[in-house]
Protein backbone atom coordinates (compact mmCIF):
# COMPACT_ATOMS: atom_id res chain seq x y z
CA UNK A 1 0.00 0.00 0.00
CA UNK A 2 1.54 3.42 -0.66
CA UNK A 3 1.47 6.11 2.25
CA UNK A 4 2.53 9.76 2.59
CA UNK A 5 4.32 10.44 5.35
CA UNK A 6 3.90 14.19 5.62
CA UNK A 7 6.55 16.39 7.52
CA UNK A 8 4.92 19.01 9.49
CA UNK A 9 6.79 21.96 10.93
CA UNK A 10 5.90 24.26 13.59
CA UNK A 11 6.12 27.97 12.11
CA UNK A 12 7.48 28.44 16.28
CA UNK A 13 10.21 26.32 15.92
CA UNK A 14 13.97 27.25 14.97
CA UNK A 15 14.60 26.94 11.22
CA UNK A 16 16.28 23.49 10.02
CA UNK A 17 20.12 24.51 11.02
CA UNK A 18 19.40 26.89 13.40
CA UNK A 19 19.99 26.93 17.34
CA UNK A 20 17.49 24.24 18.65
CA UNK A 21 16.11 23.82 15.40
CA UNK A 22 16.65 19.82 13.57
CA UNK A 23 20.09 19.08 12.26
CA UNK A 24 19.71 18.77 8.25
CA UNK A 25 22.18 16.02 9.14
CA UNK A 26 19.78 13.80 11.20
CA UNK A 27 17.40 14.37 7.62
CA UNK A 28 20.02 13.28 5.49
CA UNK A 29 21.14 10.06 7.38
CA UNK A 30 17.28 9.09 7.36
CA UNK A 31 17.03 9.87 3.82
CA UNK A 32 19.87 7.80 3.23
CA UNK A 33 18.47 5.06 5.69
CA UNK A 34 14.65 4.82 4.00
CA UNK A 35 16.19 4.98 0.31
CA UNK A 36 18.06 2.06 0.99
CA UNK A 37 15.42 0.54 2.11
CA UNK A 38 13.67 0.73 -1.49
CA UNK A 39 10.19 1.57 -0.48
CA UNK A 40 10.47 5.45 -1.45
CA UNK A 41 8.12 5.75 -4.67
CA UNK A 42 7.90 9.43 -4.52
CA UNK A 43 8.11 12.94 -2.70
CA UNK A 44 9.62 16.02 -2.14
CA UNK A 45 11.62 19.09 -0.34
CA UNK A 46 9.99 21.93 0.27
CA UNK A 47 11.44 25.68 0.33
CA UNK A 48 10.30 26.96 3.65
CA UNK A 49 7.00 28.52 4.06
CA UNK A 50 8.59 32.11 4.08
CA UNK A 51 8.61 31.58 -0.12
CA UNK A 52 5.20 30.53 0.10
CA UNK A 53 2.64 32.22 -2.39
CA UNK A 54 -1.43 31.08 -1.11
CA UNK A 55 -3.83 31.37 -3.96
CA UNK A 56 -7.52 31.30 -2.52
CA UNK A 57 -10.54 33.45 -3.58
CA UNK A 58 -12.68 36.11 -1.46
CA UNK A 59 -15.69 37.62 -2.59
CA UNK A 60 -15.10 36.38 -6.11
CA UNK A 61 -11.83 38.07 -6.27
CA UNK A 62 -8.54 36.03 -6.69
CA UNK A 63 -6.58 36.60 -3.37
CA UNK A 64 -2.35 35.78 -4.17
CA UNK A 65 -0.51 36.61 -0.82
CA UNK A 66 3.49 35.81 0.30
CA UNK A 67 4.62 34.06 3.13
CA UNK A 68 5.36 33.21 5.88
CA UNK A 69 1.72 33.19 7.20
CA UNK A 70 1.51 34.31 10.83
CA UNK A 71 -1.94 32.36 11.41
CA UNK A 72 -0.89 29.28 10.55
CA UNK A 73 0.66 27.57 13.18
CA UNK A 74 2.12 24.74 11.31
CA UNK A 75 3.70 23.87 7.62
CA UNK A 76 4.43 20.81 5.30
CA UNK A 77 8.57 20.02 4.99
CA UNK A 78 8.20 18.20 2.56
CA UNK A 79 7.22 14.45 2.14
CA UNK A 80 7.95 10.62 1.78
CA UNK A 81 5.46 8.95 -0.51
CA UNK A 82 6.23 5.05 0.63
CA UNK A 83 4.93 1.39 -0.75
CA UNK A 84 5.22 -0.99 2.40
CA UNK A 85 2.82 -3.31 3.17
CA UNK A 86 0.56 -2.52 6.41
CA UNK A 87 -0.39 0.89 8.23
CA UNK A 88 2.56 -0.55 10.55
CA UNK A 89 4.73 -0.37 8.31
CA UNK A 90 4.62 3.56 7.90
CA UNK A 91 4.18 4.07 11.17
CA UNK A 92 7.78 2.27 12.16
CA UNK A 93 9.34 4.27 9.07
CA UNK A 94 7.58 7.79 10.57
CA UNK A 95 8.64 6.82 13.99
CA UNK A 96 12.73 7.07 12.87
CA UNK A 97 12.29 10.31 10.41
CA UNK A 98 13.82 13.40 13.02
CA UNK A 99 10.23 14.96 11.55
CA UNK A 100 9.09 12.97 14.16
CA UNK A 101 10.37 15.25 16.90
CA UNK A 102 10.85 18.55 15.66
CA UNK A 103 6.60 18.98 14.63
CA UNK A 104 5.11 15.71 13.25
CA UNK A 105 4.52 13.85 10.44
CA UNK A 106 1.18 13.31 9.23
CA UNK A 107 0.60 9.82 7.41
CA UNK A 108 -1.92 9.42 4.97
CA UNK A 109 -2.90 6.67 2.74
CA UNK A 110 -2.65 7.13 -0.98
CA UNK A 111 -6.47 7.51 -2.04
CA UNK A 112 -7.27 5.40 -4.98
CA UNK A 113 -9.09 7.29 -8.03
CA UNK B 1 -44.14 -22.34 5.04
CA UNK B 2 -43.50 -22.71 8.78
CA UNK B 3 -42.19 -25.90 8.31
CA UNK B 4 -39.86 -24.44 5.64
CA UNK B 5 -38.75 -22.13 7.94
CA UNK B 6 -38.26 -24.62 10.77
CA UNK B 7 -36.38 -26.63 9.20
CA UNK B 8 -33.72 -24.09 7.94
CA UNK B 9 -33.61 -22.97 11.39
CA UNK B 10 -33.26 -26.56 13.04
CA UNK B 11 -30.05 -27.01 9.81
CA UNK B 12 -28.22 -23.11 11.08
CA UNK B 13 -28.04 -24.92 14.76
CA UNK B 14 -25.32 -26.78 13.35
CA UNK B 15 -23.20 -23.95 13.00
CA UNK B 16 -22.56 -22.72 16.71
CA UNK B 17 -21.14 -19.54 17.48
CA UNK B 18 -17.85 -20.84 17.42
CA UNK B 19 -17.82 -22.08 13.84
CA UNK B 20 -19.36 -18.59 13.02
CA UNK B 21 -16.43 -16.99 14.43
CA UNK B 22 -13.79 -19.24 13.36
CA UNK B 23 -15.54 -18.79 9.56
CA UNK B 24 -15.35 -15.17 9.48
CA UNK B 25 -11.86 -14.62 11.10
CA UNK B 26 -10.71 -17.00 8.09
CA UNK B 27 -11.96 -15.53 5.54
CA UNK B 28 -10.97 -11.67 6.83
CA UNK B 29 -7.67 -13.45 6.68
CA UNK B 30 -7.31 -14.65 3.05
CA UNK B 31 -9.11 -11.84 1.65
CA UNK B 32 -7.67 -9.16 4.03
CA UNK B 33 -11.49 -7.36 4.11
CA UNK B 34 -13.29 -7.84 7.30
CA UNK B 35 -16.31 -6.29 5.44
CA UNK B 36 -16.04 -8.49 2.19
CA UNK B 37 -15.74 -11.61 4.83
CA UNK B 38 -18.85 -10.41 6.47
CA UNK B 39 -20.74 -10.16 3.04
CA UNK B 40 -19.32 -13.13 1.48
CA UNK B 41 -20.20 -15.32 4.94
CA UNK B 42 -23.87 -13.61 5.44
CA UNK B 43 -24.69 -14.88 1.54
CA UNK B 44 -23.13 -18.27 1.87
CA UNK B 45 -25.71 -18.55 5.30
CA UNK B 46 -28.75 -16.96 3.09
CA UNK B 47 -27.93 -19.98 0.16
CA UNK B 48 -27.78 -22.68 3.08
CA UNK B 49 -30.89 -21.72 4.28
CA UNK B 50 -32.15 -22.00 1.00
CA UNK B 51 -30.80 -25.23 0.61
CA UNK B 52 -30.24 -27.36 3.44
CA UNK B 53 -33.80 -28.10 4.61
CA UNK B 54 -34.54 -29.62 0.51
CA UNK B 55 -31.44 -31.02 0.36
CA UNK B 56 -30.54 -31.77 3.59
CA UNK B 57 -27.67 -30.42 5.91
CA UNK B 58 -24.46 -31.71 4.53
CA UNK B 59 -22.21 -34.20 6.32
CA UNK B 60 -19.51 -30.74 7.01
CA UNK B 61 -21.61 -28.02 6.87
CA UNK B 62 -18.48 -25.66 8.28
CA UNK B 63 -16.59 -26.69 5.02
CA UNK B 64 -19.35 -25.99 2.87
CA UNK B 65 -20.15 -22.71 4.12
CA UNK B 66 -16.39 -21.89 4.26
CA UNK B 67 -16.38 -23.09 0.12
CA UNK B 68 -19.53 -21.03 -0.39
CA UNK B 69 -18.07 -18.08 1.07
CA UNK B 70 -15.08 -17.76 -0.42
CA UNK B 71 -16.48 -18.37 -3.88
CA UNK B 72 -18.76 -15.64 -3.22
CA UNK B 73 -15.71 -13.18 -1.90
CA UNK B 74 -14.21 -14.25 -5.28
CA UNK B 75 -16.79 -12.99 -6.96
CA UNK B 76 -17.78 -9.67 -5.19
CA UNK B 77 -13.82 -8.85 -5.64
CA UNK B 78 -14.26 -10.07 -9.28
CA UNK B 79 -17.25 -7.34 -9.78
CA UNK B 80 -15.78 -4.56 -7.96
CA UNK B 81 -12.62 -2.82 -9.54
CA UNK B 82 -11.84 -1.20 -5.91
CA UNK B 83 -11.98 -3.86 -4.35
CA UNK B 84 -9.54 -6.20 -6.98
CA UNK B 85 -7.74 -2.81 -7.30
CA UNK B 86 -6.60 -2.86 -3.54
CA UNK B 87 -5.96 -6.49 -3.02
CA UNK B 88 -3.19 -6.35 -5.68
CA UNK B 89 -1.98 -3.21 -3.87
CA UNK B 90 -1.70 -5.20 -0.48
CA UNK B 91 1.47 -6.97 -1.92
CA UNK B 92 -0.11 -10.46 -0.35
CA UNK B 93 1.64 -12.71 -2.40
CA UNK B 94 5.38 -12.80 -2.73
CA UNK B 95 5.33 -12.05 -6.70
CA UNK B 96 2.80 -9.40 -7.99
CA UNK B 97 2.25 -9.74 -11.22
CA UNK B 98 0.34 -6.63 -12.81
CA UNK B 99 -3.28 -7.08 -14.30
CA UNK B 100 -3.65 -10.13 -12.49
CA UNK B 101 -6.45 -9.28 -9.48
CA UNK B 102 -8.66 -11.88 -10.70
CA UNK B 103 -6.18 -14.99 -10.56
CA UNK B 104 -4.79 -13.23 -7.09
CA UNK B 105 -8.12 -13.89 -5.82
CA UNK B 106 -8.41 -17.29 -6.88
CA UNK B 107 -5.41 -18.47 -5.88
CA UNK B 108 -5.89 -16.69 -2.37
CA UNK B 109 -8.96 -18.89 -2.38
CA UNK B 110 -7.26 -21.95 -3.24
CA UNK B 111 -4.71 -21.57 -0.25
CA UNK B 112 -8.25 -22.04 2.01
CA UNK B 113 -8.90 -25.57 2.58
CA UNK B 114 -12.04 -26.00 2.94
CA UNK B 115 -11.58 -29.69 4.64
CA UNK B 116 -9.46 -27.83 7.62
CA UNK B 117 -10.86 -24.31 8.91
CA UNK B 118 -7.84 -22.91 10.50
CA UNK B 119 -8.59 -20.72 14.05
CA UNK B 120 -7.57 -17.38 12.75
CA UNK B 121 -9.46 -15.84 15.63
CA UNK B 122 -6.31 -13.95 17.58
CA UNK B 123 -5.04 -12.44 14.41
CA UNK B 124 -8.85 -10.76 14.14
CA UNK B 125 -8.26 -10.00 18.07
CA UNK B 126 -5.52 -8.37 17.13
CA UNK B 127 -7.11 -6.51 13.63
CA UNK B 128 -10.07 -5.45 15.70
CA UNK B 129 -7.98 -3.91 18.94
CA UNK B 130 -5.01 -2.15 16.51
CA UNK B 131 -3.98 1.40 17.88
CA UNK B 132 -5.07 3.33 15.01
CA UNK B 133 -8.76 2.46 15.41
CA UNK B 134 -10.62 4.46 18.54
CA UNK B 135 -11.27 3.05 21.59
CA UNK B 136 -15.20 2.76 21.23
CA UNK B 137 -14.15 1.24 17.61
CA UNK B 138 -12.23 -1.45 18.85
CA UNK B 139 -14.86 -2.68 21.80
CA UNK B 140 -17.53 -2.70 18.55
CA UNK B 141 -15.77 -4.68 16.33
CA UNK B 142 -14.74 -6.82 19.27
CA UNK B 143 -18.04 -7.41 20.21
CA UNK B 144 -19.55 -7.36 16.93
CA UNK B 145 -16.94 -9.79 15.20
CA UNK B 146 -15.44 -11.83 17.89
CA UNK B 147 -17.89 -11.78 20.80
CA UNK B 148 -20.64 -12.41 17.69
CA UNK B 149 -22.90 -9.97 18.64
CA UNK B 150 -25.85 -8.83 16.60
CA UNK B 151 -25.56 -5.05 15.87
CA UNK B 152 -28.78 -4.43 18.07
CA UNK B 153 -27.10 -5.75 20.95
CA UNK B 154 -23.75 -4.07 20.36
CA UNK B 155 -25.78 -0.86 20.23
CA UNK B 156 -27.39 -1.39 23.34
CA UNK B 157 -24.15 -1.97 24.91
CA UNK B 158 -23.09 1.69 24.58
CA UNK B 159 -26.83 3.05 25.23
CA UNK B 160 -27.27 3.89 21.37
CA UNK B 161 -29.88 2.93 18.49
CA UNK B 162 -29.33 0.21 16.07
CA UNK B 163 -28.45 2.77 12.71
CA UNK B 164 -25.99 4.21 14.66
CA UNK B 165 -23.77 1.63 15.91
CA UNK B 166 -24.60 0.39 12.20
CA UNK B 167 -22.92 3.51 10.65
CA UNK B 168 -19.82 2.91 13.69
CA UNK B 169 -19.07 -0.22 12.36
CA UNK B 170 -19.35 0.54 8.72
CA UNK B 171 -16.57 3.68 9.49
CA UNK B 172 -14.35 1.32 11.92
CA UNK B 173 -14.48 -1.30 9.07
CA UNK B 174 -13.81 1.24 6.26
CA UNK B 175 -10.98 2.74 8.34
CA UNK B 176 -9.30 -0.95 8.63
CA UNK B 177 -9.24 -1.14 5.21
CA UNK B 178 -7.87 2.56 3.90
CA UNK B 179 -5.85 2.70 6.43
CA UNK B 180 -4.30 -0.46 5.82
CA UNK B 181 -4.27 -2.25 9.18
CA UNK B 182 -3.03 -5.93 8.74
CA UNK B 183 -4.75 -9.16 8.97
CA UNK B 184 -3.03 -12.46 9.92
CA UNK B 185 -1.41 -13.88 13.09
CA UNK B 186 0.46 -11.60 14.81
CA UNK B 187 4.46 -11.83 15.05
CA UNK B 188 5.77 -12.45 19.08
CA UNK B 189 6.91 -8.79 18.51
CA UNK B 190 3.21 -7.54 17.92
CA UNK B 191 2.35 -10.16 20.55
CA UNK B 192 4.70 -8.36 22.57
CA UNK B 193 3.99 -4.87 21.67
CA UNK B 194 0.05 -5.10 21.89
CA UNK B 195 -1.47 -8.15 23.66
CA UNK B 196 -1.97 -5.87 26.76
CA UNK B 197 -3.94 -3.37 24.38
CA UNK B 198 -5.94 -6.55 23.45
CA UNK B 199 -6.53 -7.58 27.13
CA UNK B 200 -7.81 -3.89 27.92
CA UNK B 201 -10.73 -3.98 25.43
CA UNK B 202 -11.50 -7.05 27.01
CA UNK B 203 -11.54 -5.52 30.11
CA UNK B 204 -13.18 -2.37 29.28
CA UNK B 205 -16.30 -4.78 27.94
CA UNK B 206 -16.41 -6.52 31.27
CA UNK B 207 -16.54 -2.78 33.47
CA UNK B 208 -18.79 -1.27 31.25
CA UNK B 209 -21.17 -3.96 33.23
CA UNK B 210 -24.36 -6.22 33.80
CA UNK B 211 -27.20 -6.47 31.55
CA UNK B 212 -29.67 -3.10 32.14
CA UNK B 213 -33.05 -3.27 32.85
CA UNK B 214 -34.35 -0.49 30.95
CA UNK B 215 -32.78 0.63 27.64
CA UNK B 216 -33.49 0.05 23.84
CA UNK B 217 -36.03 -2.71 22.72
CA UNK B 218 -33.45 -5.53 22.05
CA UNK B 219 -32.66 -6.78 25.43
CA UNK B 220 -29.07 -5.98 26.63
CA UNK B 221 -26.31 -8.94 26.71
CA UNK B 222 -24.66 -9.25 29.92
CA UNK B 223 -21.30 -7.82 28.94
CA UNK B 224 -19.77 -8.75 31.67
CA UNK B 225 -20.45 -12.91 30.52
CA UNK B 226 -19.48 -11.71 26.88
CA UNK B 227 -15.75 -10.99 28.55
CA UNK B 228 -15.57 -13.85 30.21
CA UNK B 229 -16.14 -16.04 27.17
CA UNK B 230 -13.54 -13.69 24.90
CA UNK B 231 -11.36 -13.97 27.79
CA UNK B 232 -11.28 -17.68 27.91
CA UNK B 233 -11.17 -17.78 24.16
CA UNK B 234 -7.61 -15.82 24.54
CA UNK B 235 -6.29 -17.97 27.17
CA UNK B 236 -7.53 -20.88 24.86
CA UNK B 237 -5.55 -19.23 21.68
CA UNK B 238 -2.45 -18.25 23.65
CA UNK B 239 -1.97 -20.93 26.07
CA UNK B 240 1.81 -20.18 26.69
CA UNK B 241 1.08 -16.80 27.94
CA UNK B 242 0.68 -15.69 31.35
CA UNK B 243 -1.52 -12.30 31.07
CA UNK B 244 -4.38 -13.89 29.31
CA UNK B 245 -4.89 -16.31 32.10
CA UNK B 246 -4.65 -13.17 34.84
CA UNK B 247 -6.94 -11.43 33.29
CA UNK B 248 -9.80 -14.29 33.30
CA UNK B 249 -9.10 -15.00 36.46
CA UNK B 250 -9.13 -11.32 37.43
CA UNK B 251 -12.71 -11.09 35.95
CA UNK B 252 -13.74 -14.76 37.51
CA UNK B 253 -12.81 -13.22 40.93
CA UNK B 254 -15.01 -9.74 40.28
CA UNK B 255 -18.04 -11.70 38.73
CA UNK B 256 -17.73 -14.14 41.43
CA UNK B 257 -18.65 -11.45 43.91
CA UNK B 258 -21.30 -9.77 41.90
CA UNK B 259 -24.76 -11.00 44.09
CA UNK B 260 -22.82 -9.89 47.31
CA UNK B 261 -21.72 -6.15 45.93
CA UNK B 262 -25.24 -4.33 45.93
CA UNK B 263 -27.83 -4.27 48.12
CA UNK B 264 -31.77 -4.88 47.64
CA UNK B 265 -31.99 -1.41 46.58
CA UNK B 266 -29.11 -1.33 44.52
CA UNK B 267 -26.28 0.59 47.06
CA UNK B 268 -22.89 -0.54 46.73
CA UNK B 269 -22.06 -2.61 49.94
CA UNK B 270 -18.51 -2.57 51.27
CA UNK B 271 -16.12 -5.26 51.27
CA UNK B 272 -15.84 -6.19 54.98
CA UNK B 273 -20.05 -6.09 55.46
CA UNK B 274 -20.88 -8.49 51.93
CA UNK B 275 -22.58 -11.48 52.39
CA UNK B 276 -19.92 -14.23 51.59
CA UNK B 277 -22.46 -16.99 50.95
CA UNK B 278 -23.75 -14.80 48.15
CA UNK B 279 -20.90 -15.38 46.28
CA UNK B 280 -19.97 -18.02 43.90
CA UNK B 281 -18.08 -20.20 44.63
CA UNK B 282 -17.63 -22.12 41.08
CA UNK B 283 -15.69 -19.03 40.35
CA UNK B 284 -13.85 -18.37 42.69
CA UNK B 285 -12.30 -21.77 43.05
CA UNK B 286 -11.70 -21.37 39.01
CA UNK B 287 -10.07 -17.55 39.33
CA UNK B 288 -8.00 -18.56 42.37
CA UNK B 289 -6.32 -21.59 40.50
CA UNK B 290 -5.68 -19.49 37.59
CA UNK B 291 -4.37 -16.45 39.70
CA UNK B 292 -2.10 -18.57 41.72
CA UNK B 293 -0.83 -20.79 39.11
CA UNK B 294 -0.23 -17.22 36.82
CA UNK B 295 1.80 -15.25 40.00
CA UNK B 296 4.59 -17.55 39.44
CA UNK B 297 5.12 -17.50 36.25
CA UNK B 298 7.47 -15.18 34.41
CA UNK B 299 4.98 -13.25 32.21
CA UNK B 300 2.95 -12.21 34.56
CA UNK B 301 2.05 -8.50 34.24
CA UNK B 302 -0.57 -5.60 35.07
CA UNK B 303 -3.69 -8.02 34.73
CA UNK B 304 -2.35 -11.10 36.67
CA UNK B 305 -0.99 -8.29 39.32
CA UNK B 306 -4.58 -7.81 40.05
CA UNK B 307 -6.09 -10.82 40.02
CA UNK B 308 -3.48 -11.73 42.62
CA UNK B 309 -5.32 -8.70 44.69
CA UNK B 310 -8.84 -9.87 43.62
CA UNK B 311 -7.70 -13.35 45.17
CA UNK B 312 -6.35 -11.91 48.40
CA UNK B 313 -9.57 -10.37 48.60
CA UNK B 314 -11.78 -13.75 47.38
CA UNK B 315 -9.15 -15.26 50.33
CA UNK B 316 -10.68 -13.30 53.00
CA UNK B 317 -11.91 -16.49 55.74
CA UNK B 318 -15.80 -16.40 56.72
CA UNK B 319 -17.18 -15.19 59.68
Known amino acids: MKYALLLMGRTADADCGEDGGPDPSEFMRFDEEISAAGIVVGGFALEGPEHGVRVSEAEGQALVTSGPFAESSEFVGGSYVIEVPTIDDAIGWAKRSPGARFGHIEIRPLADY | ?319
Open chain 2, 1 to 319: MATESAAAARALTVIGEEDHGRLLAALARTFHDLDLAEEALADAIVRAVETWPGRGVPANPQAWLMTTAKNRAIDLIRADARRARHLARLRIEDERRPGDHEDHADRLGADLDSARIPDDRLGLFFTCAHPTLKEPERIALILRFLAGLSTAEVAAAFLVDTTTMQQRIVRAKKRITVTGIPFGTPTSEVLGDRLSGVLRVVYLIFTQGFAATAGPVHARADLQEEAIRLARLLVRLLPDRTEPRGLLALLLLTRARAEARVDEHGRPIPLEHQDRRRWDSRLIAEGLGLAQAAAGEQGAGAYTVQSAIAAVHAEVRRD
